[in-house]
């Protein structure tokens, strides 16, 4: 199979150029500013940028927690993650309590039987004693060299020992945990509080958890790494206050990677007042002009490393678990189709990044860190041919209803995006073509080495 992409502008974290790229037998074969090769396809992509895929560092698909399971499982979240661009997506497998970490390795691996998108695994941990410990070995040869661990939610928080512990014992081994930092005891005295007050609707979701809860989860995991002397990934970065805590400790020689979320620079704290309020509800909750100003700052600055989604969704009937107690509604809202379009949109179109930014904070960077590089992440010849074709004026507005994700709400419903990503070539196919999913079902297992800790 030969695909030629003829006349695109290729962008990658180094720069710009139009060249023509030929795919062969799923890889990138060939990338010159005339390729005359015969192919079985020929993609005009005049007028439009070529991306290497887009990986999404952090998606819960199929997740049960524990009151309910999410809209989406891998079959429907994945169909929304290709046709925006996403040809990776890195979700979380959960350890349980009571579960072992294969057990939680296998259920994940039937899950993602139809994928529409290539798929790798975190391992998400809900304890850590010795027989976990004793997982760790067989987790890195099955191809996972990333966990993460949750200072919060009780089904999931490990505590602070714990996690210097698994930081040594993982990062010996090329591995990094990726922590939910949020100061578990004062949100809950907060929810209590709030309560209290007969504040119950969704607008007081972030009043219990503010912008402190956060800097202080993220300034304790900074010291706990300090201490471990290993490096440290905060995952959905929220506020100025928690990334003025990861750059004071990279000055200090802690090697932190930053991730965020679009939902962090799109959208602001007041739409908890909206009628369907309870979609906004995830945690962190949005934020402040100030937070999203000072993420576009850390995107710019390269002092954030990568852009998730967090992708988590629950339809309003899910939603209305919490109708009467805000501190009920399942967290988390739908985003897996839109990160490239919004990134665009709120941080290129803006002047707050560089295209060239885009590239490294949708793929780049994580293919890196992850283990995935330089087989993803790139646009280069012996490159997996993972190639997505942007259309940077395909002006239209997001809605649930056109997104391809089995939940009846978006966080982002009514927004205007001022590109789209037009044709995605997976695994050297071609199975997204004028924005529709035409080759449903291609994704593969990414197995990845340990990580490439990139910061110095
Ligand atoms: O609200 C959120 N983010 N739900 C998903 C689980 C998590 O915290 O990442
Ligand atoms: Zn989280
Ligand atoms: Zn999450």
Known sequence: M???????????????????????????????????????????????????????????????????????????????AIVGGTTTVLDFATQDHGMTMHDALNVWHRKAEKSSCNYGFHMAVSEWNDARKAEVDDMFRAGISSFKMYMVYDTMKVNDGQIYDAQKFIGSRGGIIGVHCENYDVLQARILEEKAKGHLDPTAHPVSRPQAVEAEGVARLMRIAELSGYPAWVVHLSTADGLDEVRAARKRGVKVYAETCPQYFTLDVSRYADPDGAKFVMSPPLREARDRAAILNGMRKRDIDFIGTDHCSFTMAQK?????????????????????????????????ITLEQMALLLSERAARLFGMFPKKGVIRVGADADLVIFDPNARHTISYKTNLHACDNSPYEGMEALGKTRDVILNGELVVENGELTKPYCGTYVFRRPCAWYRK
């Open 320 to 352: 209305a678990i919490g109708k009467d107690d805000f501190s009920k509604i399942p967290n988390g809202g739908a985003g897996v189709q839109n990160r490239a379009e919004l990134v665009y949109t709120y941080a290129v179109r803006t002047g707050a």
């Open 2 to 80: 030969q695909i030629l992409i003829q006349n695109g502008t290729v962008v990658r974290s180094t720069g710009r150029k139009k060249a023509d790229v030929l795919v062969r037998d799923g890889r990138i074969a060939k990338i010159a500013p005339r390729i005359d090769e015969a192919a079985d396809r020929v993609i005009d992509a005049e007028g439009c940028f070529v991306f290497a895929g887009f990986i999404d560092t952090h998606t819960h698909f199929d997740l049960d927690t524990g009151v309910t399971v999410t809209a989406d499982n891998f079959e429907t979240g994945s169909k929304a």
